[in-house]
T-cell receptor, first 113, second 114 residues
Framework: GENVEQHPSTLSVQEGDSAVIKCTYS??????FPWYKQELGKRPQLIID?????GEKKDQRIAVTLNKTAKHFSLHITETQPEDSAVYFC????????????FGQGTELSVKP | DVKVTQSSRYLVKRTGEKVFLECVQD?????MFWYRQDPGLGLRLIYF???????EKGDIPEGYSVSREKKERFSLILESASTNQTSMYLC?????????????FGSGTRLTVV
């Protein structure tokens, strides 16, 4: 079955810097790759996703890139702000096989003012 | 507008007790999932269901069972709770097929087994 590895487990940046979180997946059939943000004490919320037919997607300060050949995808946050501090999870799915997401281990991002 | 509701936010149970965690969604989603969340391990899939009365094991089903008698309700059962089942439990739902809007998660149940 699918296995998703996520790095780093913790990341600390200064406000205004960029942050990059990387994930690798094992199942070449996976075709949907979402990223979730979980603030302290809250439920995970979808922030951006990408499908296997595109290589990059951007939404304001966040972007995701996908390399299908290497089976890895990354989250990029530019101009970080203190409110970006949270735990971020990547995940992978083959939605033609039902729709179960397999998550990475999570990255705790801390943005220092 | 809460769309996935978990019955308890915090729960304390004794070792050996039978524990029921309830999850209800009002979005008419076909798919429902139970995950447990532990620091450094991310969200691990326990069980999932693509339709009423069907269930499939996830990556860590041992010690758990589930029930889905109605489309909107998915219950997680700990037959005999143990201390290593102390964790945050998250329920989620999604529509069948292309997940246009991803999963919708519940607020979670923090279970402590003493």
């Amino acid at each position: 079955g699918e296995n998703v590895e996520q790095h780093p487990s913790t990341l600390s940046v200064q406000e205004g810097d960029s942050a990059v979180i990387k994930c690798t997946y094992s199942d070449s059939a996976s075709n949907y790759f979402p990223w979730y943000k979980q603030e302290l004490g809250k439920r995970p919320q979808l922030i951006i996703d990408i499908r296997s037919n595109v290589g990059e997607k951007k939404d304001q300060r966040i972007a995701v890139t996908l390399n299908k050949t290497a089976k890895h995808f990354s989250l990029h946050i530019t101009e970080t702000q203190p409110e970006d501090s949270a735990v971020y999870f990547c995940a992978a799915m083959d939605y033609n096989q039902g729709g179960k997401l397999i998550f990475g281990q999570g990255t705790e991002l801390s943005v220092k003012p | 507008d809460v769309k996935v509701t978990q019955s308890s936010r915090y729960l304390v149970k004794r070792t050996g007790e039978k524990v029921f965690l309830e999850c209800v969604q009002d979005m008419d989603h076909e798919n429902m999932f139970w995950y447990r969340q532990d620091p450094g391990l991310g969200l691990r899939l326990i069980y999932f269901s693509y339709d009423v009365k069907m269930k499939e094991k996830g990556d860590i089903p041992e010690g758990y069972s589930v029930s889905r008698e109605k489309k909107e309700r998915f219950s997680l059962i700990l037959e005999s709770a143990s201390t290593n089942q102390t964790s945050m439990y998250l329920c989620a739902s999604s529509p069948r097929g292309d997940p246009n809007y991803g999963y919708t998660f519940g607020s979670g149940t923090r279970l402590t087994v003493v």
